[in-house]
């Protein structure tokens, strides 16, 4: 059964110091250290839970005046999750497409000025990108085929504004439903992540 925004509510009450601005990215078809490659990337060592690489990807900011994003990842299934606390390299089409050669790409971001962005790429080619707060306005090869997914998510596609915001939680649900992935608050809390540095500027 499809989740929806609704189940990923707890994202922003259990993990405050991220949610307000964040990146999460799921790979198929590239390990940690592959994906690490083809951003460039610089190895730094590991990171025990999310609050961990939070203060690290915040202590990193301010070192090198933001040149530099600081990402934790770990392997779920036949995933590759990448998170990056403030960044948005994985929604970065120009960073994104050419990296997704060969692989399934699934991005959502927001910031803290509640602009976000949900990227799906297949090999290279962007199949769906939108703003989850406003996803009537979509574009990619295939701008609608996940339309009645989205509704019963929780997106908002009607005209009328929703009483209670859901588009970022909507978004790990429709993340969900491309990857088969879910993220949990202990996947969060109790992984080990490889981290690296990546150039952003």
């Known amino acids: 059964m499809t989740k929806t925004g609704a189940d990923y509510a707890w994202f922003e009450s259990d993990f405050p110091d991220i ?3 964040y990146c999460f990215t799921l ?9 690490i490659s083809r951003l460039e990337g610089r190895p730094e060592a590991p990171l025990q839970g999310i609050a961990e690489v939070a203060d690290a990807a915040f202590a ?3 070192l090198v005046d933001g040149a530099r994003q600081l990402i934790g990842m770990t392997t779920v299934g036949d995933w590759t999750l990448l998170i990056e606390p403030n960044g948005y390299l994985g929604v970065t089409e120009g960073r994104v497409l050419p990296a997704s ?9 927001v910031n803290v000025n509640a602009v976000g962005t949900f990227l799906w790429a ?5 199949r769906l990108c939108f703003d989850p707060m406003f996803p009537e306005d979509r574009w990619g090869t295939a701008p609608d085929e996940l339309l009645d997914v989205m509704a019963r998510i929780g997106f908002h596609l009607e005209e009328e504004a929703p009483e209670t ?3 970022s939680p909507a978004a790990f649900a429709l993340a969900e439903h491309l990857t088969g992935v879910a993220i949990t608050p202990a996947l969060l809390q109790d992984t080990t992540f490889s981290c690296a540095t990546v150039q952003i500027r």
Do not use: I, K, T
């Open 122 to 126: 297949e090999d290279q080619v962007l």
């Open 60 to 62: 990193q900011y301010g």
């Open 27 to 35: 790979v198929r078809g590239l390990s940690p250290a592959e994906l």
């Open 19 to 21: 949610a307000e601005a």
């Open 101 to 109: 050669a060969g692989a399934s790409w699934v991005s959502h971001f």
């Open 165 to 167: 915001d859901l588009s």
